[in-house]
């Protein structure tokens, strides 16, 4: 596997408004107490971090003793006034109801378009591909947010899906697996699979969803 790059994208663990299913992009919300999280059965050479404190705290717990590397460019998607509002709040709005129609077009009020956040996304997955590439490292960590997963899913995945078709647990992850120059020149990788955890030693499997 010389010839091969591991990255592994981690989604946070659940969060109060989760819980609500308000929508959580730019502000936070504390994770909910109590969540097991699981072993991470690899030592990731380099570990990255959206900056937003629910991913640092499920980095932490993930990777205890480590220090990722925080990048603004993998937080979610900026849902601006509709930030921390549920489908019930938004749902008389007629802005609302035209992005529900089509969220790859309209734009929530003072947020982020959807080509907008691609872009940031890809800045920052050019970036770290970057110093992957440059500094040899063959297994590396992302803990980010569902949007930015299914974003680099859709563009990235060993196989053609919609944006909207992949499910993500939080707390769970998946494995992109790349030949070196697969990854450096921008291929679907070759690879994908769910992060596989340790079992607990009563049998069943860790979880923090």
């Keep these: 596997m010389d010839d091969h790059v591991v990255i592994t994208l981690f989604r946070h663990g659940l969060t109060e408004d989760n819980k609500r299913q308000a929508y959580l992009g730019w502000t936070d919300s504390p994770l909910v107490p109590g969540q097991v999280f699981p072993e991470v059965l690899v030592s990731y050479q380099q570990i990255y971090t959206s900056d937003l404190r629910r991913c640092r705290e499920t ?14 460019e993998f937080r979610e998607m900026n849902f601006g006034e509709w930030e921390g509002r549920t489908y019930e ?6 802005l609302y109801q035209k992005w529900l129609a089509d969220p790859f077009a309209a734009v929530p009020p003072h947020g982020e378009s959807f080509s907008e956040f691609a872009r940031r996304v890809e800045s920052g997955w ?10 040899g ?12 997963i299914r974003y680099l899913l859709t563009q990235y995945g060993s196989e053609e899906k919609s944006f909207w078709d ?33 079992e607990k030693q009563n049998g069943s499997r860790s979880n923090i969803g």
């Design 59 to 72: 980095a932490e717990a993930l990777f205890p003793g480590r220090v990722p590397v925080k990048m603004e």
């Design 89 to 94: 709040q938004l749902k008389a709005k007629p």
């Design 126 to 135: 050019s970036k770290i591909t970057r110093e992957i590439l440059e500094n």
């Design 137 to 148: 490292i063959k297994t590396s960590a992302i803990v980010t947010h569902g949007g930015v």
């Design 166 to 198: 992949w499910r993500i647990p939080h707390g769970h992850g998946y494995d992109f697996i790349w030949k070196i120059e697969g990854l450096r020149r921008g291929e679907r990788c070759t690879l994908l699979q769910e992060v596989p955890f340790m």
